[in-house]
């Protein structure tokens, strides 16, 4: 089972277009993590969200994290072909074992 | 800086072989950890480390092996190669302190192959 499940897992959108992902669990979260990876590299940090509720603004990014930290989402506005990769979602469990959702694959079209 | 330093970038092996997967880090962080990313997919965690000494077993450790003798180094090691295993590789380090924010920085990945 999942502990955190990613929706919608493959997203193709044109430019300049908005788009949400989603980040879901059965579980409480202590805390999430939003990384992005391009092709061929290691994922890299975007945002960590604590606090329920906690709205988090990256230039086109906002990431929400669910007033009952279930969830998490991550809206880009006026998308860009820059904005291409696979966004992943993490959280620790035990406070030292970082697990990831399995991702959502975005691909912006000029 | 270098930070997370993986090698090889890639390697093919044959079924039953065996091979480490070498990482250091030069962060001075205390936590290190590898995982596999097979295509499309997201991470799994093989083996995750606190600290010199101490090892711990991830989501997925079967088939893999790991030591921690030194704060930079976390070698990896795969026995008797089998094609499940073929996949990315991704080693990690975090700090968890006072001022530790438990952003993980990865390396490069290193792409293995078993035919």
């Known amino acids: 089972t999942q502990l955190l499940e990613q929706s919608p897992q493959f997203l193709s959108i044109q430019e300049g277009e908005n788009l949400t992902v989603y980040c879901n669990s059965s579980s409480v979260f202590s805390s999430l993590q939003w990384y992005r990876q391009e092709p061929g590299e290691g994922p890299v940090l975007l945002v960590t969200?604590?606090?329920?509720?906690e709205v988090k603004k990256l230039k086109r990014l906002t990431f929400q994290f669910g007033d009952a930290r279930k969830d998490s989402s991550l809206h880009i506005t006026a998308a860009q072909p820059g904005d291409t990769g696979l966004y992943l979602c993490a959280t620790y469990q035990g406070a030292q074992k970082l697990v990831f959702g399995q991702g959502t694959r975005l691909t912006i079209n000029p | 800086n270098a930070g997370v330093t993986q090698t090889p970038k890639f390697r093919i092996l044959k079924i039953g072989q065996s091979m480490t997967l070498q990482c250091t880090q030069d962060?001075?962080?205390?936590?290190m950890y590898w995982y596999r990313q097979d295509p499309g997919m997201g991470l799994k965690l093989i083996y995750y480390?606190?600290?010199?000494?101490?090892?711990d077993k991830g989501e997925v450790p079967n088939g893999y092996n790991v030591s921690r003798s030194t704060t930079e180094d976390f070698p990896l090691r795969l026995e008797l190669a089998a094609p499940s295993q073929t996949s990315v590789y991704f080693c990690?380090?975090?700090?968890?302190?006072?001022?530790?924010?438990?952003?993980?920085?990865f390396g490069e990945g290193s792409r293995l192959t078993v035919l």
């Open positions: 990690a380090s975090s700090y968890w302190g006072p001022k530790g924010t438990g952003e993980l920085f």
């Open positions: 969200v604590v606090t329920g509720g």
């Open positions: 480390s606190v600290g010199a000494g101490i090892t």
């Open positions: 962060m001075n962080h205390n936590y």
